[in-house]
């Protein structure tokens, strides 16, 4: 039996991918946003003004072991917490492996799996790009971290590569057709606007 071997290449802009056989894997870096910082700063200070006004409402004179213990081991909670929404921001990837039978999705971060989904191939349809939304109304400049591409599998939308261009969209979905034919619906094209 005579394997192909692998052959890594850069795809379309961030994106990387290899393909062996009737097999693709995609690495599709996450794009930085600026929210997961802010969220993970509004977190640290939310759980210190809980601390201090839990200390205020119930000093701890009587058991304060117990009470530092707590402080302690949900200081280290939040900060963690914080260090994956920035890490995430920063160091993030979606996995995509595609093969005539299965999808899969992987969220990853710093090489640990934070999420995965899997679906039949079969199942899947309607593969198209959603181009990054209007930052306010009657603007004309666009948050590009709203840009995704969706599928439909067992009546719900999926979406994954939050943040992609139109031009990394494109090369992705003509590779993923190389490797399944998904059906679409006729109104939609694969750039997620009405034909």
């Known amino acids: 039996m005579n394997e ?16 062996t056989g009737g097999r693709i894997r995609v690495e599709i870096p996450v794009r930085g946003k600026w929210a997961l910082f802010v969220l993970a700063i509004f977190l640290a200070v939310l759980w210190a003004l809980g601390v201090l006004l839990y200390r205020h ?16 081991s949900g200081t280290a909670g939040i900060c963690f917490i914080a260090f994956l929404l920035v890490m995430w921001s920063i160091a993030g990837k979606t996995i995509l492996t595609l093969d005539p ?3 899969k999705l992987q969220k990853r971060v710093l090489g640990i799996e934070w999420g995965a989904g899997t679906f039949a191939t079969n199942s899947a ?14 603007r004309t400049d666009t948050d590009p971290s709203t840009s995704k591409v969706v599928f439909q599998t067992n009546n719900k939308t999926r979406s994954f590569a939050g943040g ?6 494109c090369a992705l979905i003509d590779c993923m057709l190389e490797v399944y034919q998904f059906p679409k ?3 939609l094209n694969y750039s997620g606007t009405t034909s």
Do not use: M, Q
């Not at 409402?57 to 302690?72: H, K, L, Q």
């Not at 349809?125 to 009657?138: E, V």
């Not at 992609?164 to 969209?169: D, F, K, N, Q, S």
């Open 185 to 187: 619906d006729r109104r």
């Open 164 to 169: 992609i261009t139109e031009r990394e969209a």
């Open 4 to 19: 192909e071997s692998t052959v890594r290449e850069k795809l379309a802009g961030r994106l990387k991918w290899e393909h």
């Open 57 to 72: 409402a119930y000093p701890p004179e009587n058991d304060a072991a117990t009470f530092w213990a707590c402080v302690v």
């Open 125 to 138: 349809c309607s593969l198209r790009y959603i181009p990054p939304t209007y930052l306010y109304a009657f």
């Open 101 to 103: 039978l299965e999808l």
